[in-house]
């Protein structure tokens, strides 16, 4: 069981990685717990050494991040919170260096993925490293400069470098929606603004059961912002989804739609109900601009 009293939030990766500054972003007022890997984020959640864990859950440029949904229902933890990180790359160096000097740039694949058009105006390298702020370390302990890391500006700050090209991500929208776990449930009030609730399920084995179970929601105008489906235990037979809804379990019309999935389906877990983050309706008004206005 958790301790409540504990101020951490546990986070994957080095000090510097963007989930730190989601951690700090979201939660100035708790201390950041580095972990190895995302089974010990939530393990620390877990055994009480931090109160919440701050997870990547998708990028608006690489999709979902992979391994999350096959650990999220097994963590036996609660989505308390959601946070969208603007995620913004610098080419770091060291002290000094210069861009003509750059021969290869160290990032984690996907931020490497996100800035093509950086690596390839200055015919640099791309060296895949485990993660960008740990590529920020190694430019440090290598001291070359003719070597550059992708990473955040707190990695810079962190680890003594500077920013030789900032803001080098390739899409301006690049953001990265993290969930934040908790031990214990802490579901947002029905009547205090606009709510997400996250679930999964399993449909029965029977014709268009799939179809028969996502009706309900459809009948009873609760807007559906998420479905994705991922199979289970190496099998192509038995799949799950997770599904993100508009709206409290306790309105009649959520209420209504979730047993109607329930009775199509041969397993169902909220896993939180929480507040919906002010960015869905910045995004909103944004999607709504006419195309020479966006």
Do not use: W
Request: glycine share 8%.
């Amino acid at each position: 069981m958790a301790d409540s009293d504990t101020n951490m939030i546990a986070f994957q990766g080095e000090p510097g990685a963007h989930s730190h500054a989601a951690c700090l972003h979201a939660y100035p007022g708790m201390e950041p717990l580095t972990c190895p890997t995302f089974e010990d984020a939530l393990g620390a959640v877990k055994s009480g050494a931090a109160r919440y864990a701050m997870i990547p859950i998708e990028n608006s440029v690489a999709g979902r991040v992979a391994d999350i949904h096959h650990l999220l229902p097994e963590s036996d933890l609660y989505i308390v919170n959601e946070h969208f990180e603007r995620i913004r790359h610098q080419l770091l160096g060291l002290p000094g260096a210069r861009l003509d000097q750059l021969e290869c740039a160290l990032s984690h694949t996907h931020a490497l993925g996100q800035c093509r058009k950086i690596i390839q105006e200055l015919g640099l390298k791309a060296v895949r490293e485990a993660d960008t702020a740990g590529s920020a370390r190694i430019v440090k302990e290598q001291n070359d400069p003719g070597q550059a890391a992708i990473a955040s500006k707190l990695a810079g700050e962190i680890y003594g470098l500077e920013i030789l090209k900032g803001d080098v991500e390739d899409a301006s929208h690049n953001t990265t929606r993290f969930v934040v776990l908790s031990a214990e449930p802490e579901d947002a009030d029905q009547n205090t603004g606009p709510v997400i609730t996250t679930f999964i399920f399993r449909v029965r084995n029977v014709p268009a059961a799939l179809y028969k179970a996502l009706g309900g929601f459809a009948t009873n105008s609760v807007n559906m912002t998420k479905l994705e489906s991922y199979q289970l235990e190496g099998s192509f037979n038995a799949t799950m989804f997770h599904a993100d809804i508009e709206g409290h379990p306790s309105d009649r019309n959520v209420r209504l739609a979730l047993e109607e999935l329930s009775f199509f389906s041969s397993e169902v877990k909220v896993l939180g109900t929480y507040p919906s983050n002010p960015f869905r309706e910045e995004l909103e008004k944004l999607n709504a601009l006419p195309l020479s206005e966006s």
